[in-house]
T-cell receptor, first 114, second 114 residues
Framework: GAVVSQHPSRVICKSGTSVKIECRSLDFQATTMFWYRQFPKQSLMLMATSNEGSKATYEQGVEKDKFLINHASLTLSTLTVTSAHPEDSSFYIC??????????FGPGTRLTVL | AQSVTQLGSHVSVSEGALVLLRCNYSSSVPPYLFWYVQYPNQGLQLLLKYTSAATLVKGINGFEAEFKKSETSFHLTKPSAHMSDAAEYFCAVSRNSGNTPLVFGKGTRLSVIA
């Protein structure tokens, strides 16, 4: 139990296009999800906290208009990278608060912007 | 504010040797501490966590960590390294186990030499 999935696992897009990444809690409901970003050979940096039914809380330095987060249901949060550029290429990982008040991580999505 | 420092970005051990990955934390409140493992192009897997119960925490795959408040440390150990232990290891701290995001260290890459 307590599985978090992400889709797609890998995406390549052209500069200027938008990309949507989904984070789903498969067997539990998650009122809170987190989005992290990981650059090559670096640690995970929190981008935003996503709360079901309310606006996401973004970390300092993260452009909310560029990284749109929607947490419309208790099992799904989406991250949309708008007008993507090569510097947005990264590994995006979500986590969800689940059973036992523990965070469970998704497998990550590798975004490459050409 | 909370922070984590992982000493050594890369640790190399021989197969069968002791694994020691160092983590020191800073927290103004009693911390929750975690160790995660990440294999290439994958998400994070929880190895173990400290939640103010026993100071010696046993995790999966033979790993364990000891919380030492006086040293503000939470070092990860394994008596005998296996080739399959080669991965990236992250120490993380949080104010609780689920409601707040994790603050990660920069990670330590473990190499196991045959």
């Amino acid at each position: 139990g307590a599985v978090v999935s992400q889709h797609p696992s890998r995406v390549i897009c052209k500069s200027g296009t938008s990309v949507k990444i989904e984070c789903r809690s498969l067997d539990f409901q998650a009122t809170t999800m987190f989005w992290y970003r990981q650059f090559p050979k670096q640690s995970l940096m929190l981008m935003a906290t996503s709360n079901e039914g309310s606006k996401a809380t973004y970390e300092q330095g993260v452009e909310k208009d560029k990284f749109l987060i929607n947490h419309a249901s208790l099992t799904l949060s989406t991250l949309t990278v708008t007008s993507a550029h090569p510097e947005d290429s990264s590994f995006y990982i979500c986590s969800a608060k689940g059973p036992g008040n523990e965070q469970f991580f998704g497998p990550g999505t590798r975004l490459t912007v050409l | 504010a909370q922070s984590v420092t992982q000493l050594g970005s890369h640790v190399s051990v021989s197969e069968g040797a002791l694994v020691l990955l160092r983590c020191n934390y800073s927290s103004s409140v009693p911390p929750y501490l975690f160790w995660y493992v990440q294999y290439p192009n994958q998400g994070l897997q929880l190895l173990l966590k400290y939640t103010s119960a026993a100071t010696l925490v046993k995790g999966i795959n033979g790993f364990e960590a000891e919380f030492k408040k006086s040293e503000t440390s939470f070092h990860l150990t394994k008596p005998s390294a296996h080739m399959s232990d080669a991965a990236e290891y992250f120490c993380a701290v949080s104010r609780n186990s689920g409601n707040t995001p994790l603050v990660f260290g920069k990670g330590t890459r473990l190499s196991v030499i045959a």
